[in-house]
């Protein structure tokens, strides 16, 4: 089974930057897509931000220009680059892996807290 293992969150001051990572491990195969998401307190999960395996990404409109995310395939890893961070940006962060062979499956970290606070 795979196992995906986030990392990176913390207290960072408004306009300050974090880079979170999801490591995967348990399988030989390359997610087809993986995806980062939040639910702040009071909140619903939303997503955050998605990359295939072919390098397409998308973003939700709130972190547009502040966050990117990328793969390193060959380290089974994603990252997530935040900029410009917002106390509204205050979340448990989740990473997700999307993997597709006759069926999909999706497999979900356990979170990593990220606090922006003055």
């Known amino acids: 089974q795979v196992q995906l293992v986030e990392s990176g969150g913390g207290l960072v001051q408004p306009g300050g930057s974090l880079r979170l990572s999801c490591a995967a491990s348990?399988?030989?195969?390359?997610?087809?897509?993986m995806g980062w998401y939040r639910q702040a307190p009071g909140k619903q999960r939303e997503l955050v931000a998605t990359i295939t395996n072919t390098g397409s990404t998308r973003y939700a409109d709130s972190v547009k220009g502040r966050f990117t995310i990328s793969r390193d395939n060959a380290k089974n890893t994603a990252y997530l680059q935040m900029n410009s961070l917002k106390p509204e940006d205050t979340a448990v962060y989740y990473c997700k892996g999307t993997y597709i062979t006759r069926w999909t499956d999706d497999y979900w970290g356990q979170g990593t807290q990220v606090t922006v606070s003055s």
């Open positions: 348990g399988t030989s195969l390359t997610a087809n897509a």
